[in-house]
């Protein structure tokens, strides 16, 4: 049974980094079928995907055009977890921050596994 | 962007049958997935692929394609059911290519 451990801060200053990471259990992040998510929600955006990382031989990221200039996804292989970093946080950026394992469907990607999420805020 | 339009509510009693679309553009073409989310949780995956459910995902959850609106079906709702529904495609042209509808709220009268 595959499960994410999300931690991180929960408050984090306006033009500071916002850092959060995933821990795995029951599958690997260097695995070949499984792309790593992260996904905020919001009450004025919605649910809103920020961006992966996965392997494929070698490692791959895409981001979201609308944070792409601020966020790092990175794995870490030897503790099994993969993070997020997004720089210039604004309070526009307060939401909860989702991570969640992603498989390949019939025509792109679903999410199947959900950490249970870390409310972020960000505040001085 | 590519964009999927959800209604923002639907009510039924329980017992009865609750159906909630989801729109967009060739729509078709794509592979429709559905999350419930309750308060306070994050959202788990009901049915992928149009219409495959997840292990443990009870036989009253279904999905369905037609045209240019997929379709969750819940059969023999029950007061749990009660939750936020999203749709979600994967779409390469969009600014992101996981795409989210802006839910759906199943209120169970």
């Known amino acids: 049974q595959v499960e994410l451990q999300q931690s991180g801060p929960g408050l984090v200053k306006p033009s500071q980094t916002l850092s959060l990471t995933c821990a795995i259990s029951?599958?690997?992040?260097?695995?070949?079928?499984?792309?790593w998510n992260w996904i905020r929600q919001s009450p004025s955006r919605g649910l809103e995907w920020l961006g992966r990382?996965?392997?494929?031989?070698?490692?791959?990221?895409d981001y979201a055009v609308s944070v792409k200039s601020r966020i790092t996804i990175n794995a870490d292989t030897s503790k099994n977890q993969f993070s997020v970093q997004l720089n210039s946080v604004t309070p526009e950026d307060t939401a909860v921050y989702y991570c969640?394992?992603?498989?390949?469907?019939?025509?792109?990607?679903?999410?199947?596994?959900w950490g249970k999420g870390t409310t972020v805020t960000v505040s001085s | 962007s590519y964009v999927l339009t959800q209604p923002p509510s639907v009510s039924v009693a329980p017992g009865q049958t609750a159906r909630t679309t989801c729109g967009g553009d060739?729509?078709?073409?794509?592979?429709v997935h559905w999350y419930q989310q309750k308060p306070g949780q994050a959202p788990v995956l009901v049915v992928y692929?149009?219409?495959d459910r997840p292990s443990g995902i009870p036989e009253r959850f279904s999905g369905s394609k037609s045209g240019n609106t997929a379709t969750l079906t819940i059969s023999r709702v029950e007061a749990g059911d009660e939750a936020d529904y999203y749709c979600?495609?994967?779409?390469?042209?969009?600014?992101?290519?996981?795409?989210f509808g802006g839910g759906a709220k199943l209120t169970v009268l």
């Open positions: 692929d149009d219409s």
């Open positions: 029951g599958d690997s992040v260097s695995s070949n079928s499984a792309g």
């Open positions: 969640a394992r992603g498989r390949v469907g019939l025509v792109g990607d679903y999410l199947d596994v």
């Open positions: 979600q495609v994967w779409d390469t042209t969009s600014d992101h290519p996981v795409v």
């Open positions: 060739n729509i078709g073409s794509k592979s």
């Open positions: 990382t996965y392997y494929r031989s070698k490692w791959y990221n």
